[in-house]
Nanobody
């Protein structure tokens, strides 16, 4: 069974920075040939795409709302991805979820939909205070 675990969420002041981490391992999951994504869900909102990354070639995509402020990165040796969040705003407050795709990946296809992923973590709370 594949296990996805996120860490790093906490309370931070507006304008501050935070780094989330995610590890995915277990079963027959191959981290180095997959796609990984970050999503978030604010109070009373739908879960929305934040960023995704292909672990084989590093290709990445971002939601417009975080472009230029957030960076998704990988460490294949540790089966981990990270989300560096800078210039945080109160509207970034949400539970952040990490997701792993365990199906074939296609070239130049962004994986922005929730259905693109097979495994999810339990989420980590990020709260940005005004």
């Amino acid at each position: 069974q594949v296990r996805v675990v996120e860490t790093g969420g906490r309370l931070v002041q507006a304008g501050g920075a935070l780094r989330l981490s995610c590890t995915a391992s277990g079963g027959t999951f191959s981290f180095t040939t997959s796609a990984m994504g970050w999503f978030r869900q604010g109070p009373g909102k739908e879960r929305e795409f934040v960023a995704d990354l292909r672990t084989d070639n590093g290709e990445r995509n971002y939601a417009n709302s975080v472009k230029g402020r957030f960076t998704i990165a990988r460490d294949n040796a540790k089966n981990s991805i990270f989300l560096q969040m800078n210039s945080l705003k109160p509207e970034d407050s949400a539970v952040y979820y990490c997701a792993a795709r365990d199906r074939p990946i296609l070239n130049s296809v962004p994986y922005t939909a929730r259905l693109s992923y097979d495994y999810w973590g339990q989420g980590t709370q990020v709260t940005v205070a005004r």
